[in-house]
């Protein structure tokens, strides 16, 4: 199979986020033929549905951004027990206008990271009905609520040696779950 580009989608502008650390630590564990693009959504626009007609250059890019991709990662904290704002505005606007949904048939798979021992658990399953309502196939097991504790990224950048197993595992199936569904696209 030909090489494979992913869409990563973190749902954190912040600078020093743990779920942005985690993302650029864990596409490190994908074999040579996985590419991960890290796609920009902070300079989106809010939504608004008067703009559908006359999307932003931002919005533009993003959602040519994902039409290139034959897989989505998603990497999410949690507010308030829900996804943030910043990223359910990314994929609204990448799923309009109404029937120009860029989403669709896309595998995807979702991990967080939090302080609390439920490690964006409510995140991940709001964010799982988002997606099957834009029929995005998810990846169901192995789950990854992950609690940000000492070491779980090195000061190298790298998945920490205690994670390393359960990450790797992760990825094993993530790849092997976007190469099952990357065929089944619709061109």
Do not use: C
Request: no cysteine.
């Amino acid at each position: 199979m030909a090489n494979l580009l992913v869409a990563v989608i973190v749902g954190s502008f912040r600078h020093a986020s743990f779920n942005r650390q985690l993302a650029h630590a864990v596409v490190k564990l994908a074999p040579a033929d996985f590419t991960f693009k890290h796609l920009q959504i902070n300079d989106l626009p809010l939504y608004n549905q008067d703009d559908d007609a006359a999307q932003t250059e931002p919005v533009k890019r993003f959602k040519a951004d994902i039409v290139s991709a034959q897989g989505l990662l998603f990497v999410t904290p949690e507010y308030n027990r829900s996804i943030p704002g910043v990223l359910k505005n990314a994929i609204d606007l990448a799923s309009r206008p109404y029937g120009q949904s860029v989403w669709s048939g896309k595998p995807a798979g979702i991990f967080g990271v939090s302080v609390g021992p439920l490690g964006t658990a409510m995140a991940q399953q709001h964010l799982r009905n988002i997606l099957a309502s834009l029929d995005v196939p998810t990846l169901g097991q192995p789950e990854a609520f992950i609690q940000a504790k000492e070491g779980l990224v090195d000061a190298a950048g790298n998945i920490g040696a205690e994670s390393l197993a359960f990450f790797q595992n992760w990825m094993d199936h993530y790849v092997a779950w976007v190469k099952k569904h990357a065929h089944t696209q619709v061109e």
